[in-house]
């Protein structure tokens, strides 16, 4: 590894203040930092694009919470580049790593003594009129939402063109095994290990309560169509990208090609991030 990626939450002090310091760190040791332009303007380094940076990174170092590590693995995840997520905040459910850990993680990257959780990713599609109108690659989860505004919005649902149902509900989540702790568990959704291969179909307030999430295979193909005329519906990737819906619209969503490569932190496990983060056995 000679070329490091460097991506962090751009406007926090905290995190420009790490990378700075990280890219000292680098050309000390002969390495060649690569830095996202809009970081690099708070820094003393050259900008790189994004798409440059993809084509060129050995390793990817994230600085700052899940919601960065998730746009940067969406940038990256053609390329299945290792990603160590550092968390500067608050105990991510990505973002293992502490900033007390970065250089001893970063020496045993560097040295090939590390290890990956390989994490499912999907494809999202949209058909309008025949024509794909979008495509998204997603860590997290697809999500379809009305507008605050709208009536309840009927989702005509199949799972490998077999039909599943008609959902009646404000909207529809399609989840990876990583994103069942996000949007899906506050819906109700199960929690899933991130090792394990599959798609999380979880209603948003079913108009009927005996609607619930239902767990496929990860080689399934799901397909939902938008039957609700005259309504605001909004179709969100990772809960940072967005499409406006139209009626008799397709989404196509199936697991991606390529996975995302996080480095796994060796002083915590994931049922210790469950436990922290949901606080269980605490009263």
């Known amino acids: 590894m000679k070329k490091i990626a460097i991506f962090a939450k751009v406007h926090d002090p905290r995190c420009q203040g790490v990378a700075d310091e990280l890219v000292a760190w680098l050309g000390?040791?002969?390495?060649?930092?690569?830095?996202e332009?809009?970081?690099?303007?708070?820094?003393?380094?050259?900008?790189?694009?994004?798409?440059?940076?993809?084509?060129?990174?050995?390793?990817?170092?994230?600085?700052?919470?899940?919601?960065?590590?998730?746009?940067?693995?969406?940038l990256v995840g053609a390329r299945e580049v290792p990603i160590l997520g550092v968390n500067l905040g608050s105990l991510g459910f990505?973002?293992?790593?502490?900033?007390d850990e970065l250089y001893p993680a970063l020496e045993r990257c560097l040295s090939g003594d590390y290890?990956?959780?390989?994490?499912?990713?999907?494809?999202?599609?949209?058909?309008?009129?025949g024509k794909e109108i979008?495509?998204?690659?997603?860590?997290?989860?697809v999500v379809i939402n009305k507008g605050a505004l709208a009536r309840i919005v009927d989702l005509e649902t199949a799972v490998d063109d077999r039909w599943l149902t008609t959902f009646k509900a404000d909207g529809l989540i399609i989840s990876t095994p990583t994103g069942s702790t996000g949007y899906s568990l506050a819906?109700?959704?199960?929690?899933?290990?991130?090792?394990?291969?599959?798609?999380?179909?979880?209603?948003?307030?079913?108009?009927?309560?005996?609607?619930?999430?239902?767990?496929?295979?990860?080689?399934?193909?799901?397909?939902?169509r938008l039957q609700s005329a005259n309504e605001d519906?909004?179709?969100?990737?990772?809960?940072?990208?967005?499409?406006?819906?139209?009626?008799?619209?397709?989404?196509?969503i199936r697991r991606a090609r390529h996975?995302?490569?996080?480095?796994?932190?060796?002083?915590?496990?994931?049922?210790?991030?469950?436990?922290?983060?949901?606080?269980?056995?605490?009263r």
């Not at 003393?44 to 170092?61: K, N, Y």
């Not at 999380?200 to 309560?209: A, G, N, R, S």
Request: hydrophobic share 45%; aromatic share 2%.
């Open 28 to 35: 000390e040791r002969g390495l060649v930092p690569l830095v």
């Open 37 to 74: 332009a809009h970081l690099a303007k708070h820094l003393r380094a050259a900008g790189m694009d994004e798409e440059d940076i993809r084509g060129q990174a050995d390793l990817v170092v994230v600085l700052g919470g899940d919601g960065t590590l998730i746009s940067v693995a969406r």
């Open 94 to 99: 990505l973002t293992e790593i502490t900033l």
């Open 115 to 129: 290890e990956v959780s390989e994490r499912m990713m999907l494809r999202a599609t949209v058909v309008r009129e």
């Open 134 to 141: 979008a495509s998204h690659r997603v860590l997290n989860d």
């Open 187 to 224: 819906a109700n959704g199960p929690i899933v290990h991130p090792a394990l291969d599959c798609l999380v179909i979880t209603p948003i307030c079913p108009h009927t309560l005996t609607n619930r999430p239902i767990v496929v295979a990860s080689d399934a193909v799901v397909t939902v």
């Open 233 to 252: 519906v909004f179709l969100t990737l990772d809960g940072q990208v967005g499409v406006e819906l139209r009626s008799g619209d397709l989404i196509r």
């Open 259 to 282: 996975r995302a490569r996080l480095v796994a932190s060796r002083s915590k496990d994931y049922f210790e991030v469950l436990r922290t983060k949901l606080k269980w056995g605490e």
